[in-house]
């Protein structure tokens, strides 16, 4: 059977799983505990697939709503018909009309204007611009393995770290007051994933 695995970490780079732990618990551990993180931080820390339908705006740009950052956008269609991928690029959270290439765009319209008044690229519409690409990271910084490693580590023997709770935390012997927010409640793991939170104000899950 293969080793547990999940987008982050998989189980070789925990070194304190109870004997006789199966490949199926390691890889609950594994999953719950990235499940977690992304819900943590809004974000994916690989490349996800997306395929998604979204209402024209009658404009030249129009916003994806994606959590985690567009990496690529590989096809645009409007009312069915592909787009010419020069007529369009992307940024990470929108595709946008090509002004390089807006002449060809202009030249090719009439397609569109047979079944739309509007010259834009996405018109007015219900679900009629369909976008497929992925979003995420390229590759998953080394702070959120760690946290990963932590998490999982704690989960297997909860003495290893710092807990603490908002208004009191303990350090050995000594306690004191506390106004931040837990994240998961593991001081070393919540310094390292308030460094990744992100704060776009869009909601579109993958």
């Known amino acids: 059977m293969a080793d547990a695995a999940g987008n982050y970490v998989d189980e070789s780079l925990i070194d304190n799983w109870a004997d006789g732990a199966t490949t199926a618990q390691k890889q609950a551990v ?11 931080t809004h974000d ?13 705006n009658g404009k030249n740009r129009l916003f994806l709503g994606l959590k985690p950052d567009i990496l690529t956008v590989t096809s645009i269609k409007v009312l ?18 090509n002004l390089e290439s807006a002449s060809s765009y202009l030249a090719e319209k009439h397609w569109l204007l047979k079944q739309s008044q509007e010259t834009v690229l996405f018109p007015r519409g219900y679900d009629n611009v ?26 297997n023997d909860p003495t290893l770290y ?30 390292l994933l308030r460094l990744h939170i992100k704060r776009k104000a869009l909601l579109r899950a993958l």
């Open 162 to 191: 710092t807990h603490y709770y908002r208004g009191q935390e303990r350090l050995g012997d000594f306690s004191y007051s506390s106004d931040e927010k837990p994240l998961t409640g593991i001081r070393e793991a919540d310094l």
């Open 130 to 155: 369909h976008v497929v690409g992925t979003a995420g990271h390229s590759s998953c910084p080394k702070a959120i393995e760690q946290a990963a490693i932590i998490m999982c580590r704690d989960d």
């Open 80 to 97: 069915e018909v592909t787009l010419d991928s020069s007529w369009w690029t992307h940024d990470k959270n929108s595709v946008f009309l």
């Open 44 to 56: 994916l820390f690989y490349a996800a697939d997306f395929d998604i339908k979204l209402d024209g």
């Open 30 to 40: 594994i999953d719950r505990m990235e499940e977690q993180i992304e819900k943590i």
